[in-house]
């Protein structure tokens, strides 16, 4: 899997763009980036994936850059529940026989 | 609702004493899979299971053990012979599919927090 690079940690005012920027330059061409996020003393929480175009769900937006080397992960209004741990995984569709890693990730501190 | 179980929520347990973690799951996943999180720290893999009667050791399985006897249920057993057990253990799967980019989507447990006294 493809090494990521995340800040340490993020400061966003309530109700502003949280932009949550993810570094993968080793990244192949048929590698996903994937972006999870965990509330204090829950487990992980899948946010939304991507190959190369942009996504949106519910959540959240993700734009890859054209290069793909790397990723930012966009919470457009963001709210105190944002405050969480944010990690960026790249991977492979169909590794067999392994399982996901999760660095430290950024933490995101939303106030009001 | 569809999702996964992990119970107990706390545990707590003497040194030299085995203690096993339930984790079930409803979602007719095929994989699941168990991390350890220790604090400030992100999660570590202990053991995986893609399917039925079938495990892999992650990077720090010395200490526990697995089971996977029905797709439904995956309990971690933390031995004695864990040094330092004190920890956030938390229990993932996955649906199938390993030609699917959605087979790297988990859904987490809970956790369960063991604290050896």
């Known amino acids: 899997d493809a090494k990521t690079t995340q800040p340490t940690s993020m400061d966003c005012a309530e109700g502003r763009a949280a932009n949550l920027p993810c570094n993968h330059s080793t990244i192949s061409g048929n590698e996903y980036v994937y972006w999870y996020r965990q509330i204090h003393s829950q487990g992980p929480q899948y946010i939304i994936h991507g190959l190369k175009n942009n996504e949106t769900n519910e959540m959240a937006s993700l734009i890859i850059t054209e290069d793909r080397k790397s990723s930012t992960l966009i919470l457009p209004h963001a709210t105190l529940r944002d405050t969480a741990v944010y990690y960026c995984?790249?991977?492979?569709?169909?590794?067999?026989?392994?399982?996901?890693?999760f660095g430290k990730g950024t933490t995101l501190s939303v106030s009001s | 609702d569809g999702g996964i179980t992990q119970s107990p929520k706390y545990l707590f347990r003497k040194e030299g004493q085995n203690v096993t973690l339930s984790c079930e799951q409803n979602?007719?996943?095929?994989?699941m899979y168990w991390y350890r999180q220790d604090p400030g720290q992100g999660l570590r893999l202990i053991y995986y299971?893609?399917?039925?009667?079938?495990?892999q050791k992650g990077d720090i399985a010395e200490g526990y053990s697995v089971s996977r006897e029905k797709k439904e249920s995956f309990p971690l057993t933390v031995t004695s012979a864990q040094k330092n057990p004190t920890a956030f253990y938390l229990c993932?799967?996955?649906?199938?599919?390993?030609?699917?980019?959605?087979?790297?989507?988990?859904?987490f447990g809970a956790g369960s927090r063991l604290t050896v006294l």
């Open positions: 979602l007719n996943h095929d994989a």
């Open positions: 993932a799967s996955s649906p199938p599919g390993r030609q699917s980019s959605g087979a790297n989507v988990l859904t």
């Open positions: 995984i790249v991977r492979v569709a169909n590794q067999a026989g392994t399982a996901l890693i």
């Open positions: 299971s893609q399917i039925v009667n079938d495990f």
